[in-house]
């Protein structure tokens, strides 16, 4: 659903609205909870269009936890069955154990970020 992603990559609250438009224009139907949901919690996601580019592209790329799910899901899909619960703590600590050594990468652009971050969050940067 391509007219999702226009919304959530919106550079700004409203060009964000008007795409959430057009995609309940084609797909209301068919996805009525995912656009009630967007339009239910507006308030919300309308703070993230304050922020730079770079800023949400870390808010984008840095969600761990659904990464981490998304992993045990790929690991765990094909198996039906697992002999006992320490086969199954196993097979996630490898999987796991593996996504973990890609976190070690730089995230790109860091410097403008940390800048924009500085500039947004000064009272946190104070301390340093």
């Not at 981490?68 to 039906?80: E, P, S």
């Not at 800048?115 to 947004?120: E, I, P």
């Amino acid at each position: 659903m391509l007219e999702l992603k226009e919304v959530y990559k919106a550079p700004t609250e409203e060009a964000a609205l008007l795409n959430l438009d057009i995609l309940e224009n084609n797909w209301a139907n068919k996805y009525s909870l995912v656009i009630r949901s967007w339009k239910n919690n507006q308030n919300n996601i309308s703070t993230f269009f304050k922020y730079p580019q770079e800023i949400e592209t870390v808010i984008y790329t840095t969600n761990a936890v659904v990464t981490v799910h998304r992993q045990f899901r790929k690991v765990t899909k094909n198996r039906a069955l697992f002999p006992n619960v320490d086969a199954l703590k196993k097979m996630l600590y490898l999987a796991y154990r593996d996504l973990s050594k890609k976190w070690t990468l730089p995230i790109q652009n860091w410097t403008l970020i940390l800048s924009n971050f500085s500039d947004y969050f000064k009272e946190r940067f104070d301390e340093y």
